[in-house]
C-alpha cells in the first residue's frame, strides 16, 4: 500500500517537473547594439529559463504588435505563455507572471539602475514592477529598494 502510494506520488512530481520546464522558455526581441538586454537574458538563463533570443530592426513596431502600453516601455520585450515581459524584470516576478491570468503582461519601464542587466558599479534606483490588467490598468506587483 505505501510503495504504491510513493509510486503515484513519483509520477505526479514527474508531471509537474515537466510542465515547469515548459512554462520556463521565454521569448526575448531586442535589438542587435543592446549590452543591457543581453545581460538581462544572462540574469534568466542563471535563474533557470530557456531563453530563445530574437534580433528584431524595430523595436517599436514588436513593442505595439504584443500590446505594451508606451508608458510601460523599455528596451527588450519578452514573452512568455503569451504575455509580455517588458524591460529589466527580475526572474521571480516573470515566474509570478506565468501564473497570474489577470494579468497580459509586467513592466520595469525606463532602464533603472540596479535592476537585473542594468547593474551599474552598485547603483540601486528604487523601481517598481507594474502589471498590466486585461481592463487596461497598471498594478504594482512589486517594489524594488523603496524609500
Ligand atoms: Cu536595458
Avoid at 506520488?9 to 510542465?19: D, E, F, G, I, R
Avoid at 523595436?59 to 512568455?80: D, N
Avoid at 524591460?87 to 515566474?95: I, R, T, Y
Avoid at 552598485?122 to 490598468?137: E, P, W
Wanted: proline share 4%; charged share 20%; aromatic share 4%.
Amino acid at each position: 500500500m505505501k510503495a504504491k502510494y510513493l509510486a503515484l506520488l513519483a509520477a505526479l512530481s514527474a508531471t509537474s517537473a515537466v510542465q515547469a520546464a515548459d512554462a520556463l522558455t521565454i521569448d526575448v526581441h531586442r535589438d542587435a547594439n543592446c549590452g543591457c538586454c543581453k545581460k538581462w537574458i544572462s540574469h534568466l538563463e542563471a535563474n533557470g529559463f530557456k531563453v530563445v533570443d530574437h534580433v528584431e530592426s524595430n523595436m517599436t513596431a514588436v513593442k505595439q504588435h504584443l500590446g505594451v502600453a508606451p508608458r510601460l516601455a523599455s528596451c527588450h520585450t519578452a514573452v512568455i505563455d503569451g504575455k509580455f515581459v517588458e524591460g529589466h524584470v527580475p526572474a521571480a516576478q516573470v515566474l509570478e507572471l506565468s501564473k497570474r491570468n489577470d494579468l497580459v503582461g509586467i513592466a520595469v519601464p525606463g532602464m533603472p539602475a540596479g535592476s537585473p542587466g542594468m547593474e551599474v558599479g552598485g547603483v540601486q534606483h528604487a523601481y517598481q514592477v507594474i502589471g498590466l490588467t486585461k481592463a487596461g490598468t497598471d498594478q504594482v506587483i512589486e517594489d524594488y529598494f523603496p524609500r
